[in-house]
């Protein structure tokens, strides 16, 4: 069991807040997830009640960005893990998306419905203008388009706001997930509708919402789970959804397993029930490892990697860092590529008999490489 009792205290915010900010990359060395880390960050204020990690993966393409987690870890080593995981998961999407941008993740271990009160978002907020030019950050699980209002006015290192900002990214990350599915099915059956498909859509939250619409409105039949049981009514009512209990939907009979919850959902332990041809979904790390991926390849189960096909939200938030600021146009236009970037690592993995998500890595680092040997 790893312990933050005595990090290395590195730097504390000027002023009168009652942060405490540590650099705890050395005790995060030692989980099997760290991944040469650049650094990473632990925030604590007992007065305000936050516990916070910022994990700052890779930088050469640019500052990191990516975007902030509220959720009740039950230990503080599953919190610098899930961290870990994240942020090297914005390190590939940012890459195989073209951005300018590193990858980072910042995790806040607390309840959302009760423990995220405006004294533990100000704490927050003197963090993240602590580290303002290594981290840029936004809504995620458990922080709100609100909660990022609410940091933006106190430090300028937050997008996907409405004041100034673009606004919720969930329905863009839904539609690249929805263009997404589209390009899979294309892979394994040939040009087609959606008519009739089924779809097992796991998590009903924003993202997983706004793509059932989608999916909905071109005629796919969808299958339903989520732990709030009004959301689920609500889609069973609204789509004509078929709802299933939240450990049962990997298991469904559909086309496609669509996971747009928390990630680990695909293990060793769930391969083997999975009904679907295809994983493709909003999730970020559905794999529990990262060599579930071959065991669904050796199934011939069609994995699209989620950090490509779900980077329709990091698009549409970085556009607001880009120079001349957000074109909704533009961001647009990036988001349709989704589906041909997909296209391209399924064609490459089908030619060399290799997993998708180590082609997406691969693809990832030879720009980042590419980053680092360009002359400073």
């Known amino acids: 069991m790893l312990h933050a009792t005595e990090p290395r205290k590195l730097k504390v915010p000027a002023g009168k807040s009652t942060l405490v900010l540590d650099d705890i990359t050395e005790v995060a060395s030692k989980l099997q997830d760290f991944d040469q880390h650049e650094q990473v960050w632990l925030g604590r204020d007992a007065e305000r009640g936050l516990t916070a990690i910022a994990a700052i993966h890779n930088t050469a393409l640019g500052p990191g960005l990516g975007g902030t987690r509220v959720w009740p870890h039950e230990s503080f080593e599953a919190a610098l893990t899930d961290a870990l995981r994240l942020s090297r998961g914005m390190t590939y999407k940012s890459a195989v998306a073209g951005m300018p941008f590193g990858g980072a993740k910042a995790v806040i271990v607390a309840d959302a419905k009760t423990d995220k009160t405006p004294e533990l978002l100000s704490a927050y907020a003197d963090m993240l203008a602590a580290l303002e030019g290594q981290f840029y950050t936004g809504e995620d699980v458990g922080l709100t388009v609100a909660d990022a209002d609410f940091l933006r006015e106190r430090t300028p290192n937050v997008t996907g706001t409405t004041k100034g900002g673009s606004g919720n990214p969930s329905p863009v990350t839904a539609h690249g997930v929805f263009l997404g599915i589209k390009a899979a099915l294309k892979q394994q059956r040939g040009p087609g509708d959606l008519v009739g498909v089924r779809i097992a859509v796991q998590g009903l939250g924003s993202v997983g919402w706004a793509l059932c619409e989608e999916l909905h409105g071109e005629g796919a039949k969808l299958i339903v789970a989520d732990i709030d049981a009004q959301r689920v009514e609500r889609a069973a009512s609204e789509f004509g959804a078929t709802p299933v209990a939240t450990d049962a939907i990997i298991a469904a009979e559909a086309d496609v397993f669509a996971p747009c919850a928390l990630g680990g ?94 082609v997406a890595a691969e693809i990832a680092m030879e720009r980042i490489e590419k980053a680092k040997a360009r002359p400073a």
């Open 265 to 358: 959902v695909v293990s060793e332990a769930t391969i083997p029930t999975l009904k679907a041809a295809i994983v493709a979904g909003a999730a970020n790390n559905p794999l529990a490892r990262h060599e579930d991926a071959r065991r669904l390849m050796e199934r011939g189960i069609l994995y699209a990697p989620d950090y490509v096909i779900n980077a329709g939200g990091l698009i549409n938030v970085a556009a607001e860092l880009a120079p001349g600021g957000y074109d909704r146009a533009a961001t647009m236009t990036k988001v349709a590529a989704i589906p041909v970037t997909l296209s391209a690592i399924f064609e490459r993995a089908q030619a060399q008999g290799r997993p998708t998500n180590d």
